[in-house]
């Protein structure tokens, strides 16, 4: 017979009930997911289908804001500043860094807020939380490839040839979005307690934007300060703008460490961010 004395968690624990919100083990969660894979690829489609309704020129904002970008710094840095001097097609080089380093930034800005942003549905439905940082990942994906098709009308039009070496982009783009998942995951769970952190992010990307080398070759830039050289070749953003390019560019060399810095940072970047995403998975979407 019950006790009448009993608290309802006694109760709980007595039937073996537990919290609907309660962080699943590690392994379960990743077979959770995995379950949803295509919840998740719709959901990411619909989002991008519905992103831009309400403006005239719809989805072609996710190619037409890329490309005004790159004609700014072309116009800043290109005419203005002249460090177009000494770099080898130089539209291709700016194009390439601006469209790649975008689809970093737009996970890393989404991924701020992607539990502040659905708090109705975090707290109406069960379900992993971590699909809502990978479909943000998803939809930036899916961006990503419609501008990787402008950017191959803009190479040829600047007049690379077409090379085996293009089909590197495809392994080059895998660890970039893999790299930006773990990213997009780590700033979600930041973003679901210091919501400021949105207000911050601007002036973080921007920084590393400048510390990319999108606009300007680092190794002439820096060749007197070797240091901050190597640091800056060495972030994961110059490092898959680096491979990109080496693949579009038949005069642009990336370093010869390139690759295995990008498989590292991919790696590390979504060990690290799934793991501290999931450690958090049931505080999400409490007041």
């Known amino acids: 017979m019950t006790s009448v004395t009993e608290t309802p968690s006694e109760l709980a624990r007595r039937y073996g009930l ?11 969660y990743i077979r959770q997911l995995w379950e949803r894979r295509y919840f998740i690829r719709s959901f990411a489609t619909s989002r991008t289908v519905t992103m831009y309704a309400g403006a005239r020129l719809g989805q ?19 005419l203005l500043l002249q460090t177009s001097r000494s770099i080898p097609n130089f539209i291709a080089f700016l194009v ?18 992607a539990i502040t942003s659905n708090l109705g549905l975090i707290r109406a439905l069960h379900f992993p939380r971590a699909t809502l940082p990978l479909t943000l990942t998803l939809i930036e994906l899916q961006q990503m490839l419609i501008s990787v098709g402008v950017l191959v009308v803009i190479v040829l039009l600047t007049g ?3 090379t085996w070496a293009w089909l590197l982009i495809i392994p080059a783009l895998i660890l970039q979005t893999i ?3 773990g990213l997009c995951m780590a700033l979600a769970r930041i973003g679901s307690r210091m919501t400021d952190i949105t207000q911050l992010l601007p002036f973080i990307t921007r920084t590393w934007l400048y510390m990319s080398g ?18 800056m070749m060495g972030n994961p953003a110059t490092v898959y703008i680096e491979l990109v390019r ?22 590390v970047m979504f ?9 958090a998975e049931e505080t999400y979407g409490r007041g």
């Open 96 to 113: 390439t860094g601006v469209f790649v380093f975008s689809f970093t930034q737009r996970s890393v800005t989404s991924g701020a807020s």
């Open 60 to 78: 072609l904002w996710q190619v037409l804001t890329p490309l005004l970008n790159a004609a700014v710094y072309f116009l800043l840095f290109g």
């Open 179 to 181: 790299f930006n998942t």
């Open 246 to 267: 080496d693949a579009f560019m038949d005069r642009h060399d990336a370093p010869s460490w390139a690759w295995l810095a990008a498989i590292v940072w991919a790696v």
């Open 214 to 231: 999108v606009f300007f070759s680092i190794p002439q830039k820096m060749h007197h300060h070797p240091k901050l050289r190597d640091i």
């Open 160 to 162: 690379e040839p077409v």
């Open 18 to 28: 537990s919290p609907s919100s309660a962080r699943p083990p590690f392994f379960s």
């Open 271 to 279: 060990c690290v961010g799934f793991w501290y995403f999931w450690r």
